[in-house]
Nanobody, 116 residues
């Protein structure tokens, strides 16, 4: 595998849940702080959650208490569990590094739409 591949997005009602998955090349995944980013229409991409190789996590205030990031170091995968979704969470979600040492090539992302 040579690129980041996100999956798990979809259409969900407000208050619903989704679990996003990302498969990453080992050369990117293993040494890196991994993160989930999102970009809503007309807005800049924002970093919403990060996780170190040791499992320490950090969240943007807008998602704290609702989103949970995790990683499986054996499978080179990172996940984002999203609960109590709100319409303002609607965006294309991407995984990548946290950007401290630059980004890998961006994947196609996965669309999350929160609407009744």
């Amino acid at each position: 595998q040579t690129q980041l591949v996100e999956s798990g997005g979809g259409l969900v009602q407000p208050g619903g849940s989704l679990r996003l998955s990302c498969a990453a090349p080992g050369s990117i995944f293993r040494p890196s702080v991994m993160g989930w980013h999102r970009q809503a229409p007309g807005k800049q991409r924002e970093l919403v959650a990060t996780i170190t190789s040791g499992g320490s996590t950090n969240y943007a205030d807008s998602v704290k208490g609702r989103f949970t990031i995790s990683r499986d170091n054996a499978k080179n995968k990172v996940y984002l569990q999203m609960n109590n979704l709100k319409p303002e969470d609607t965006a294309v979600y991407y995984c990548n590094t946290d950007g401290t040492y630059g980004y890998a090539s961006w994947g196609r992302g996965t669309q999350v739409t929160v609407s009744s």
